[in-house]
């Protein structure tokens, strides 16, 4: 039996190591706040969330931060659920709620920012997220679309 398909298979599906990305994170940043080329903010955000460096780390968690560019918001959503990487769990419980530290006004987060947030949630979710989302849903003083 020839055991060399499966492994070349499961070589290519496992995640990526732990090393610097080739690209430089200040590019990827650039690209991905550059709202002419989807495709290509999408796929910046993408290896931003992968590359381990605290600089590339940094963008991504200021880029979840920020109320300014929902595109760029989206797409560092869908790389961190696509990625199911869960370092940045905090910022994306703070795009889901009103109250609370690290919140965002409720004027500033536009229409998709709690879905995109909820998605990408859905796909790190530990223990502990499920148990701050149960207690964010018996938060009385949550908005009740939060809730």
Known sequence: MNLLPPLL????????????STADPAQLREVLYDQQDVRQQSQAALLLVRDRSPAAEE???????QTTSPEVFLALASAVRAAHDARFT???????????????PAATCWRGCPEAAAEALAAVADAGVVQRLRKMLHDDRADPSVR
């Open 9 to 20: 298979l499961l070589l290519s599906s496992a995640p990526p190591q732990d090393y610097e």
């Open 59 to 65: 963008i991504v968690h200021r880029g979840l931060r």
């Open 90 to 104: 905090e910022e994306l419980l703070g795009a889901l709620s009103v109250n609370g530290p690290g919140a965002r």
